[in-house]
């Protein structure tokens, strides 16, 4: 494995997981932080929560059933928006974040959690796992602002299936008619997502995705999105700050990736966590395992060989993970095929 190449890495494992930063997370806590990376995120996200809080509308009380028609529009603005700033990725991860707060065991809409637009409030964008996010928020909210009738839930959903889809991906099986949570106070707690470098990785995955109500199969599926975007250490303190696919873009420079061509997607992030070649490859205690442990491995093994077979999984488990506690109207929610 490129452990050298990840020599960063696994000493921030040590010392941060996913969830890490925490003690840097509130502004508040500004001074707490220990490194200048983390005071350069921190600078940098605060401006954007300023220029957010200026707009105003994203804390307001906003819930609105979304239209079909809008949607679709919506959609054509999205892929727009992925030519001019190839910002795929981080989309993929808004969405995930949005819905992945979901607990089955809690019966209640909103307090639930899962894909409910709550993450476009200050509070839950401060959450240390969602470090960075607040960029996608911002890249969205012109979008947003086009379309009153697109529920920021349905917006984050639609931006992440597209993001999907337009690089190279399968076509994802979504509905649309997410309800909006209205207030902050219907932020899921911090902690429900998952961390990258837990002291054992395989048994971590299984608490936090079956409490999704996820299986091993969905779970490996699902890890395979990771064939897009990058780590950044002052993000979630994983990576190297860059390597020679990321240091020249395109979007923002700088970050490691998990595969080479991190724009595209397809099954290299299987075959390449499988052979390890490449030292400047990113591979989290959490991808590793899905290699390593006997059960995940049956999956990992047939979708680094079977693209085929990676993209249905992956179709199938996404539309579970966008529909993830979401409240729908109307309840049978709204297909946009032609
Ligand atoms: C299995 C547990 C998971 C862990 C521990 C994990 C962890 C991480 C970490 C540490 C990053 C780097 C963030 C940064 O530094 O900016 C990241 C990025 C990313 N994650 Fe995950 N992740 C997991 C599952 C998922 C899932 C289920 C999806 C989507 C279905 C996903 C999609 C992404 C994407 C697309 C990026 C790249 C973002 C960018 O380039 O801006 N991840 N993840």
């Not at 899962?114 to 959450?127: P, V």
């Not at 109307?330 to 095929?337: N, Q, R």
Request: aromatic share 8%; glycine share 8%; net charge neutral.
């Amino acid at each position: 494995m490129n452990r050298k190449a990840n020599a960063s890495s696994w000493k921030f494992a040590s010392i941060k997981s996913y969830r890490a930063p925490a003690a840097c997370a509130a502004v508040a806590e500004q001074a707490s932080c220990s490194s200048l990376a983390d005071l350069t995120t921190i600078r940098a996200s605060s401006t954007a929560w300023s220029l957010i809080a200026s707009r105003g509308e994203v804390s307001a009380a906003v819930s609105s059933v979304s239209d079909p028609a809008q949607l679709r529009s919506a959609s054509d603005d999205i892929k727009e928006l992925l030519q001019k700033n190839h910002c795929h990725p981080i989309l993929v991860r808004l969405g995930w974040h949005d819905a992945g707060t979901y607990d089955k065991n809690i019966e209640g809409w909103p307090k639930r959690g899962g894909a409910n637009g709550s993450l476009r409030f200050d509070i839950e964008l401060k959450h240390a796992a969602n470090a960075g996010l607040v960029n996608a928020l911002k890249l969205l909210l012109p979008v947003k602002d086009k379309y009153s009738r697109v529920s920021y839930a349905d917006l984050f959903q639609l931006a992440s299936a597209t993001a999907i889809e337009e690089a190279g991906g399968p076509r994802i099986p979504m509905k649309y008619g997410r309800v909006d949570v209205s207030a902050p106070d219907q932020c899921p707690e911090e902690g429900r997502l998952p961390a990258a470098g837990p002291p054992s990785p395989a048994g971590h995955l299984r608490d936090v995705f079956y409490r999704m109500g996820f299986t091993d199969k969905e779970i490996v599926a699902l890890s395979g999105a990771h064939t897009l975007g990058r780590a950044r250490p002052d993000r979630s303190g994983w990576g190297k700050p860059e390597t020679k696919y990321t240091k020249d873009g395109p979007g923002s420079p700088g970050g490691q990736s998990w595969t080479v061509q991190w724009l595209k997607f397809d099954n290299s992030y299987f075959k390449d966590i499988k052979e390890r070649l490449d030292d400047n490859l990113l591979v989290l205690p959490t991808d590793a395992t899905l290699f390593e442990d006997p059960h995940f491995k049956i999956f990992a093994e047939k979708y680094a060989r079977d693209q085929g077979a990676f993209f249905k999984d992956y179709a199938e488990a996404h539309a579970k993970l966008s529909n993830l506690g979401a409240k729908f109207d109307p309840p049978e929610g709204i297909t946009l095929e032609a």
